[in-house]
């Protein structure tokens, strides 16, 4: 059983466009919300996080929205830089179990030229 | 701030072999998570400790998957017998004590070490 669900395994956005990865979930009990980023041989990277009280949170580039009645969430990235490609997991936590990280398996970000 | 440590990279064993992997986590951290990695896949937590103690083990295959941290920092993971099924990246993380006023808590992840199983 699913809880975060990430569908599209990859993404190819042109240089200075917008990115946007998106991510579903099951439970309406995750208390907050976050983008790690992986690239090749390295492991992932926290990137930005959103509490489930809030619908959007932004740092620099990087944008999170919430839609808690649709139970998705989105990562924008704006303008896609060449170093944006990796790879991008959702991972959601429940605060009273004991903050387990359930991750999406990922969707896989290319940044054309 | 030195970053979750792993050994060994990588790992090539047969099957029905066995092998440990070592973590040491960043300075201060009291949590410490090591996740398994299928290609394709999320990272999948194996078995969390807060401490020394054991917080989550629930999806570790107790047959013959084990870990330790026996002084509340470094911690290994060993496989005994591996099968091939096993092969993944290993992934050790860390973190503080979650802030939970700002309901955030981070974990922060080691580069993992990839294991073939053959």
């Known amino acids: 059983d699913q809880q975060v669900k990430q569908n599209s395994p990859s993404l190819s956005v042109q240089e200075g466009r917008i990115s946007i990865l998106n991510c579903d979930y099951t439970?309406?009990?995750?208390?907050?919300f976050l983008w790690y980023k992986k690239y090749p041989a390295e492991g992932p990277t926290f990137l930005i996080s959103?509490?489930?009280?809030?619908d959007k949170n932004e740092d620099g580039r990087f944008t999170v929205f919430l839609n808690k009645s649709a139970k998705h969430l989105s990562l924008h990235i704006v303008p896609s830089q060449p170093g944006d490609s990796a790879v991008y997991f959702c991972?959601?936590?429940?605060?009273?179990?004991?903050?387990?990280?359930?991750f999406g398996k990922g969707t896989r970000l290319h940044i054309l030229p | 701030e030195a970053g979750v440590a792993q050994s060994p990279r990588y790992k090539i064993i047969e099957k029905r072999q066995s092998v440990a992997f070592w973590c040491n986590p960043i300075s201060g951290h009291a949590t410490l998570y090591w996740y398994q990695q299928i290609l394709g896949q999320g990272p999948k937590l194996l078995i969390q400790?807060?401490?020394?103690?054991?917080?989550?083990d629930s999806q570790l295959p107790k047959d013959r998957f084990s870990a330790e941290r026996l002084k509340g920092v470094d911690s290994t993971l060993k496989i005994q017998p591996a099968k091939l099924e096993d092969s993944a990246v290993y992934l050790c993380?860390?973190?503080?004590?979650?802030?939970?006023?700002?309901?955030?808590?981070?974990?922060?992840f080691g580069a993992g070490t990839r294991l073939s199983v053959l």
């Open positions: 439970n309406s009990m995750f208390d907050y």
């Open positions: 400790f807060q401490n020394n103690g054991v917080v989550d």
């Open positions: 959103i509490s489930s009280i809030k």
């Open positions: 991972a959601a936590i429940l605060m009273n179990r004991d903050d387990k990280i359930i």
């Open positions: 993380a860390s973190s503080s004590p979650p802030d939970r006023a700002l309901a955030k808590n981070i974990q922060y």
